[in-house]
C-alpha cells in the first residue's frame, strides 16, 4: 500500500497490516460495486480507505464522509460484519459505526456537504492535494461510538 508511506504512525500501519485485505479485495471483485471499479481504481480506492481509517483515528471526534470509491470498500470491508467490528477495535479501541443514507434528506444535505468538504481537506492537510480523488461523496457518514 503505497500511500500509506504518508502516515506516520508506524503502530497504526501496523494495525492496518492486520486486516485481511485480500479477503476484502475479493469480496469487492465479486460484489455489483465493485465491478463499477478498474483494478486500478479498486486499489487506490483501498489504499484510500486505509488513509481514511488513519483520519479517523487521528480525529476521533469528527464525522467523516468518504468518497463514493472509498465507500465501497468500506462496504466490502463491512460485508464480513464480525471481522470489521474486530478490526475497528483493533485499530480504534472502539467501534466504527457507519451511518446510511446520510445527505438524502434537505435538512441535513449542508451538515453532509460540510463534513465532506472536511474529510476532504484533513486528506490534503495530512496526505497532499490529490490523496482523495475530487468523486461525489457518499451518502453515509463514519463515526466512532464512545461509551
Request: net charge negative.
Amino acid at each position: 500500500m503505497n500511500n500509506w508511506q504518508y502516515i506516520a504512525d508506524q503502530t497504526f500501519i501496523n494495525k492496518l497490516m492486520l486486516i485481511d485485505w485480500q479477503a476484502i479485495f475479493l469480496r469487492l471483485i465479486s460484489s455489483n460495486e465493485g465491478k463499477k471499479l478498474t483494478l486500478s481504481q479498486a486499489i487506490v480506492a483501498i489504499e484510500q480507505y486505509g488513509l481514511l481509517l488513519y483520519l479517523i483515528s487521528k480525529y476521533p471526534h469528527k464525522k467523516m464522509v468518504p468518497n463514493e470509491e472509498i465507500d465501497v470498500i468500506l462496504h466490502a470491508h463491512i460485508a464480513n460484519t464480525e471481522q470489521f467490528e474486530q478490526d475497528c477495535i483493533n485499530l480504534f479501541d472502539t467501534k466504527l459505526t457507519h451511518v446510511p443514507e446520510v445527505g438524502v434528506r434537505a435538512e441535513e444535505r449542508q451538515e453532509w456537504l460540510l463534513a465532506f468538504a472536511q474529510t476532504h481537506l484533513l486528506f490534503k492537510r495530512n496526505f497532499g492535494q490529490d490523496a482523495m480523488s475530487s468523486s461525489i461523496p457518499a451518502c453515509c457518514e463514519l463515526l466512532l461510538s464512545f461509551g
